[in-house]
């Protein structure tokens, strides 16, 4: 399956999986049916082994205005990291521009990218040892 998620609800997290070559509709879709799973406070959009075509400047807006809408929905504090492979320096950058197009609305929670888990899980403040992989729900 190229996208899926899992939720690990002892430390509040989900961690969102995108690999392959999949196209962004099911990204989109996931997101949804996420959506309607309940939200965690934590999230992590592990898109290490996504091998698609990186996303338009045009397509980081709609995602920006899109993100924005579910805003209200998130947990107060929360936090979402995504998470790209070393060599996807692209795609790094349009993390960074989807999120700079972010802060300009002043979310109620904090979004950031990083090339490694173990960054990601250091700013969550959630140590990866205690993130049980069996709690997974699709």
Do not use: C
């Amino acid at each position: 399956m190229p996208a899926f998620f899992s939720h690990h609800t002892s430390k509040n997290l989900t961690i969102i999986t995108l690999h392959g070559d999949a196209p962004i509709k099911a990204f989109l879709d996931l997101i949804h049916e996420y959506k309607e799973s309940g939200y965690s406070k934590y999230e992590m959009y592990d898109l290490q082994n996504y091998t698609g075509i990186p996303l338009s400047f045009e397509d980081v807006k709609t995602l920006a205005n899109y993100i924005y809408g579910l805003d209200p929905l998130r947990p107060e504090g929360g936090k979402s990291a995504i998470i790209h492979n070393r060599s996807d320096q692209l795609g790094f950058g349009v993390s960074r521009q989807l999120i700079a197009l972010l802060e300009r609305d002043k979310l109620h929670f904090e979004l950031n990218a990083f090339y490694s888990m173990d960054e990601a899980f250091e700013w969550l403040s959630i140590q990866p040892e205690t993130v049980n992989h069996m709690e997974r729900s699709v």
